[in-house]
């Protein structure tokens, strides 16, 4: 048997140096792949106002998309086959947390992809006690329970996603300082505009309760100081005698005369409010999925619009 050869020494290093170098290509190759895959590809948004947020921050090139299509609800969502693979070669998914998102459970997305914007200001997440049931169209009833996930509602908490979703925006490379601050300063001009708009609803109130078919309104009110009672009442569905009965003991309890909803009432149910309660139904919607307006302008309407109705409402 003829014996082992072994490389000389110089030969040794030779080799391990080539090694190492092919080593260093790889890694630099595939570190130079996931520079890239960072910073391609569209960033997706899990609601419309986080999509305001970001086109606001990021501007037109940077191809944010919302993940709902018109009238979904961000609740209930959960992706196709085809949305999975947008997901998974997105540059970044932007998601509004608070428990909103709950196919984050089964989408089994890598951290890193994801960008939590209300994670800073877990501490002011407002935390449902009991069960608190809520009814909508063929989707049915469901229990709201744990965190209230629609912090957007307050521009204020609004304003703190889009300073996380500046700094992610900053430490991923996607902007500059010099190019985000201006658009970030602009954005704060318009969201402190949109909580004047709360400040002036509860001024106008003068201490008066609303009633809502929907606990999305909780941020603002508790920021503002206004009394909101909830009742379950499905827009798309009249009320049968007993229900009827029990929101009208809910009136008589909290006073009020006006009913927010986050969508429009059936008509049937619009005539049940109006002539057997005496209750005015307005549209105030948490604008989670695409519309023609921003989530800004659609929530700065709808508020005016409510302020300016009051005085004629409250008088009743």
């Given at each position: ?257 006006i009913m927010l909803f986050e969508a429009s009432p059936d008509a049937r149910l ?7 309660l005496g209750l005015t139904p307005f549209v105030l919607s948490p604008a989670e ?28």
């Amino acid at each position: 048997m003829s014996p082992m050869v072994t490389p000389h020494a110089p030969l040794r290093r030779i080799l391990l140096l080539v090694g190492l170098c092919a080593l260093a290509a790889c890694s630099g190759e595939a570190e130079s792949q996931h520079q890239h895959d960072r910073n391609v590809g569209p960033i997706l948004a899990s609601t419309w106002p986080l999509t305001t947020l970001a086109r606001e921050l990021l501007g037109p090139e940077s191809a944010v998309e919302c993940l709902l299509a018109p009238g979904q609800d961000p609740a209930h969502w959960t992706p196709s086959p085809t949305d999975l693979e947008g997901l998974t070669r997105a540059r970044a998914v932007l998601v509004n947390g608070a428990g909103l998102e709950t196919w984050l459970m089964t989408a089994n997305l890598a951290p890193t992809r994801l960008v939590r914007v209300s994670k800073g200001f877990a501490g002011s997440w407002i935390e449902h006690k009991g069960q608190l049931q809520h009814s909508h169209g063929a989707r049915g009833a469901h229990d709201h329970v744990g965190f209230d996930p629609h912090v957007w509602m307050d521009p204020l908490l609004a304003l703190e996603q889009a300073r996380a979703l500046q700094e992610q925006a900053l430490l991923r490379g996607w902007v500059t300082a010099e190019t985000v601050q201006p658009k970030a300063a602009a954005l704060e001009v318009r969201l402190r505009e949109l909580d004047g708009l709360w400040a002036q609803l509860a001024e106008a109130l003068q201490g008066r309760t609303l009633l809502a078919n929907h606990d999305a309104y909780a941020y603002p009110a508790r920021r503002h100081g206004i009394a909101i009672q909830v009742f379950d009442a499905d827009p798309e569905k009249s009320l049968d005698a007993t229900r009827l009965q029990e929101l009208a003991a809910a009136q008589q309890t909290s006073g009020a005369n006006i009913m927010l909803f986050e969508a429009s009432p059936d008509a049937r149910l619009a005539h049940q409010l109006k002539v057997d309660l005496g209750l005015t139904p307005f549209v105030l919607s948490p604008a989670e999925a695409p519309s023609d307006l921003d989530f800004i302008d659609s929530m700065g309407r709808e508020l005016k619009a409510l302020i300016a109705q009051l005085p004629n409402s409250l008088a009743k």
